[in-house]
């Protein structure tokens, strides 16, 4: 996996650093303090679908930095907010406070807030994408990616779990994981064709199947991962007798599954031949990652 972990470190180095930079052009302030505290470190794994689905549709890296910069904003966002006390009331994420901690609830509901607007921002400049049907298309699947059809649709139906009289069944879980997951998986792979007016077909059944590995991969390692490495709080799910994949498939079973999955993803990618090999090894790395 030698040249996705070069890849990959190269695309989190730029899309932080993009991001970095326009969050520092914001009025100072203890909410920008805490926006620039947030976009600091993680994989940056959505950050680095865009950029190579661009880079597989011949579209520079130039235009790509602005949509990976503004999937990680709103993948930020998401985290500050899922973090909070009325969500999955987190104290640690990446192994530093969460913002909630850190600061207050207040700036941590204004910095989400923030670091979704300035994605929006990020897609509607001239050099997001290199024409303005471009430029329409990311934001309009953005929002809806984002919105109360996808991710944010994913989190209620993850919340309304929790006082469910019935643990979710497999094909509720896996509807919830599509849209809190899978969602902005989906948009950071499909960003690519979609900037260079091409077929979205391969690279939206590539991260169907890649997003859902991702989660079923988080669910594995929150009941046998080890929290020093991972940065953030495990065996949570378990605790709130919430339902999961492993708790229905069992350990050997999700994990099956996830192997299955990979494999799926990385079929999915044939009409790209070896160009799409980082991709590929992408898919093996959700599965085998410890954080």
Request: hydrophobic content about 50%; some cysteine.
């Amino acid at each position: 996996m030698t040249g996705f972990v070069v890849r990959l470190a190269d695309a989190a180095s730029v899309t932080e650093a993009r991001l970095q930079a326009e969050i520092v052009t914001q009025p100072a302030s203890t909410v920008r303090d805490a926006m620039a505290y947030t976009a600091r470190g993680g994989k940056k794994l959505r950050g680095f679908l865009v950029l190579e689905g661009a880079r597989l549709h011949g579209v520079g890296r130039e235009l790509a930095v602005q949509p990976a910069a503004a999937i990680e904003a709103v993948h930020a966002y998401s985290l500050v907010h899922d973090d909070l006390p009325a969500m999955d009331d987190d104290s640690l994420r990446r192994g530093q406070p969460t913002v909630h901690v850190k600061w207050d609830e207040a700036t941590a509901i204004l910095v989400g807030d923030a670091l979704q607007a300035l994605a929006f921002g990020l897609l509607a400049r001239d050099d997001a994408a290199p024409t303005p049907q471009a430029r329409l298309a990311l934001l309009a699947t953005l929002a809806q990616a984002s919105g109360a059809a996808g991710m944010v649709l994913g989190q209620a139906l993850d919340i309304a779990a929790e006082t469910s009289p019935a643990p979710l069944t497999l094909a509720q879980i896996t509807q919830l994981q599509a849209c809190k997951t899978g969602a902005l998986i989906e948009w950071s792979a499909c960003a690519g064709p979609r900037m260079a007016g091409a077929d979205t077909g391969a690279l939206a059944a590539y991260a169907h199947a890649l997003g859902l590995a991702f989660q079923i991969a988080d669910d594995i390692l929150d009941v046998e991962g080890d929290p020093a490495l991972a940065g953030k709080r495990l065996q949570k799910d378990e605790a709130a007798g919430k339902a999961t994949f492993v708790s229905l498939l069992g350990l050997d079973g999700a994990k099956a599954r996830a192997r299955d999955l990979v494999a799926q993803a990385q079929a999915a990618l044939d009409p790209y031949g070896a160009q799409a090999d980082v991709l590929r090894q992408a898919a093996q790395f959700v599965i085998a990652r410890q954080t």
